[in-house]
Antibody, heavy 123, light 107 residues
Framework: QITLKESGPTLVKPTQTLTLTCTFSGFSLSTNGVGVGWIRQPPGKALEWLALIYWDDDKRYRSSLKSRLTITKDTSKNQVVLTMTNMDPVDTATYYC???????????????WGQGTLVTVSS | DIQMTQSPSSLSASVGDRVTITCRASQGISNSLAWFQQKPGKAPKSLIYAASSLQTGVPSRFSGSRSGTDFTLTISSLQPEDFATYYCQQYDSYPLTFGGGTKVEIK
């Protein structure tokens, strides 16, 4: 079955760079139609999509954060890494990675989520 | 960016009630709409994609529909495990955007 798990620091200081790793199993990111994305959720607030990387290395970013985000994949390790530069307290959130698949004419169907990891930005 | 507006933001209902949640897109998104369920402290769970297709394993009491740019999630008979927050999400275009959520509470 498909599982995903996020890992990374729980606390980062303002202006630092955050690096999160999503380690997954049950699928390959070299399979046509598959993607892995990142979504975050500030405490008590709604979900916010950040980035997505596809099997063919196509990458998509939230435009308002594009200058700060980088998403990469390591197919051999079954990992996707998200880096976010210049962290600020407003970036405090639970960060989720998620699997996307092709269905009904779209490659953007999110169907499986990781458990999430809370990242706090504070000095 | 496409804005997704959910209503109501919260509702109280009893076990066995029929519950309807609405999501309106700020522009046309075809059927590119998904619904997620989130319980406190847990990751979201995927319920529906393509406006009305159930994800594998989702009970048939959940259903989705579309009328133009208005989308509806219906729970035909609310069960104790359905008390949660529900989010809609459009995937017609980037950035993928979510609604603000609807919290379903016990009456």
């Amino acid at each position: 079955q498909i599982t995903l798990k996020e890992s990374g620091p729980t606390l980062v200081k303002p202006t630092q760079t955050l690096t999160l790793t999503c380690t997954f199993s049950g699928f390959s990111l070299s399979t046509n139609g598959v993607g892995v994305g990142w979504i975050r959720q500030p405490p008590g607030k709604a979900l916010e999509w950040l980035a997505l990387i596809y099997w063919d290395d196509d990458k998509r970013y939230r435009s308002s954060l594009k200058s700060r985000l980088t998403i990469t994949k390591d197919t051999s390790k079954n990992q996707v890494v998200l880096t976010m530069t210049n962290m600020d307290p407003v970036d405090t959130a639970t960060y989720y990675c998620a699997h996307s698949a092709y269905a009904s004419g779209s490659y953007r169907i999110i169907d499986y989520w990781g458990q999430g990891t809370l990242v706090t930005v504070s000095s | 960016d496409i804005q997704m507006t959910q209503s109501p933001s919260s509702l109280s209902a009893s076990v066995g009630d029929r519950v309807t949640i609405t999501c309106r897109a700020s522009q046309g998104i075809s059927n590119s709409l998904a619904w997620f369920q989130q319980k406190p402290g847990k990751a979201p769970k995927s319920l529906i994609y393509a406006a009305s297709s159930l994800q594998t394993g989702v009970p048939s009491r959940f259903s989705g529909s579309r009328s133009g740019t208005d989308f509806t999630l219906t729970i035909s008979s609310l069960q104790p495990e359905d008390f949660a927050t529900y989010y809609c999400q459009q995937y017609d275009s980037y950035p993928l955007t979510f609604g603000g959520g609807t919290k379903v509470e016990i009456k």
